[in-house]
């Protein structure tokens, strides 16, 4: 990655109606902008908003103009750079199977208690662990796991929000 790459967390408040959503990714991919995590919700059902929180890398011009174009969609109401805002919390959920015996079993679960890792699902060999944390952590986690029988894992993506009392 180039030196001057950052990595920016944005949320995105929109209408909730449909196509949105691909407007917003068509944004991305026509200009040639990468996506590393992306998740919606329904954040007012009332007032028909939504809520986009995009992680994205680029130079300090790439990440400003993807702001800026963002900011002239139609069907949106407010964008927020999270990462030039100020404080603010990151959070992501991982399903992480792990297969394995003794030992590596044992490890496993050692590993888990140090990560706060919920087992949601056990058999003889194998583990379902659920772990949420920041995504640097979650990483370390799935590493850590790797050569103790790692088999699979889903990921949400990130959901982020300002530290203090004002909203989106």
Known sequence: MQDNVERRTIAVLVDNEPGVLARVIGLFSGRGYNIESLTVTE??????????TVVTTGTPQVLEQIKAQLDRLVPIRR?????QQGPHVERELALVKVAGADDKRVEALRIAGIFNAE???????????EVTHNPE???????????L????????????????????
């Open 137 to 147: 952590k979650l990483d370390r986690f799935i590493e850590l796991m790797k050569p």
């Open 119 to 129: 087992v949601v699902d056990a058999g003889l060999d194998y583990f379902i662990f």
């Open 79 to 83: 964008v927020a750079d999270l990462s």
């Open 149 to 168: 029988g790692l088999v699979e894992m889903s990921r949400t993506g990130v959901v982020a929000i300002a530290r203090g009392k004002e909203g989106l």
């Open 43 to 52: 954040v007012e059902r009332e007032k028909g908003l939504s809520r986009i």
